[in-house]
């Protein structure tokens, strides 16, 4: 069985590495690097640093929102600990790339004090869950807001439909876990499976979540749209306020999709893709992607310290035992 699992890891592990290989081999082939050197040769250096002041404001309010996530789970973990655990996580992500994610890390950190696992991977799946609920509907809001440019496309009314269904059904399954019907629907997965349900349905006080959701809200605007909006006008690109915000959200939804290492590809591809629909520069949205990424990745070496002295304590507990 053990085998079996460690067989299926590494398939799709190589699959999402494939797909990702594709679409930058994909974007390679058909975009003009030179303009994107331009682009990024005359970025503004001032507002590139505040997009990183951003970035980091949104990972820090991302922390605080996955704390209490926790404490209200019954962990004892400080904004200290939190931090140190989500470091280490993006580290592991960013710059050792295998089939342990940097969600999965952090849980396994939160979890192996008091064994909880299941309630420590709940905690990552309800921060994931809600902050995904947060940009679907950031996304249904400021495109109704700038309908003109996007719900006029078919291609955003498509996603506005599907996202919005799923939005409506998840938050429906979420809120009334407890009930007899949604019961009975989690029942027919593996016992397994029905005891990580079981801790999912433990989220299912209203104040909780509603918290949870507007501080989901922030991080997004900030983490998400507001460090974006900097880069697009570092590189002096004319952003449209509520077109924009409505793309980038929808953007930060397709990029979750777990269908490539770290979504390294897909990301670049949507911005690419997506931007262009709303009259902006293709290149230009490549570059603020690329140069997003860069930043990221900067700021996640500061998390290789919390990696391997976590890696350490795990080793000498082990040769404790």
Excluded: C
Excluded at 107 to 114: H, V
Aim: aromatic share 18%.
């Amino acid at each position: 069985m053990q085998e079996n699992n460690n067989m299926k890891k590494k398939f799709f592990f190589f699959l999402k590495l494939a797909v990702g290989a594709g679409l930058v081999i994909l974007l390679v082939r058909h975009v003009d690097w030179r303009i994107i050197e331009g682009e990024l040769r005359d970025a503004s250096i001032p507002l590139i640093f505040l997009a990183l002041l951003l970035y980091v404001a949104g990972m820090l309010l991302s922390v605080e929102r996955w704390r209490a996530t926790a404490h209200y789970k019954g962990f004892a973990l400080s904004f200290r600990h939190a931090l140190s655990f989500h470091m280490a996580g993006l580290f592991l992500n960013n710059f050792l790339p295998s089939f342990l994610g940097g969600d999965a890390y952090r849980s396994y950190l939160l979890g192996r004090t008091e064994k909880r696992y299941a309630a420590a991977v709940s905690t990552i799946v309800l921060t994931r869950f809600v902050g995904l609920w947060a940009v679907i509907a950031l996304f249904l809001f400021f495109g109704l807001l700038g309908f003109s440019s996007i719900f006029s496309q078919w291609i955003f009314q498509a996603f506005g439909l599907g996202l919005g269904l799923f939005l409506l059904f998840d938050i429906a399954l979420t809120f009334f876990s407890g009930h007899a019907p949604v019961r009975k629907f989690f029942s027919i997965f593996p016992k397994k499976l029905q005891h990580f349900f079981h801790e999912i349905g433990g989220y299912s006080d209203t104040k909780f979540l509603s918290r949870s959701f507007f501080a989901s809200v922030i991080f997004s605007f900030v983490g998400v749209g507001l460090f974006n909006f900097a880069l697009f006008s570092a590189l002096g690109e004319s952003v449209p306020i509520a077109p924009y915000l409505a793309v980038i959200f929808l953007v930060s939804v397709i990029s979750s999709i777990p269908i490539s290492v770290n979504n390294i590809g897909l990301k670049e591809w949507a911005y690419y893709t997506f931007f262009p629909l709303i009259g902006m520069s293709p290149e230009a949205a490549l570059a603020v992607a690329l140069l997003g990424r860069f930043l990221q990745m900067g700021v996640s070496l500061f998390g290789a310290p919390f990696f391997f002295r976590n890696r350490l304590r795990n080793q000498e507990a082990e040769n404790e035992v």
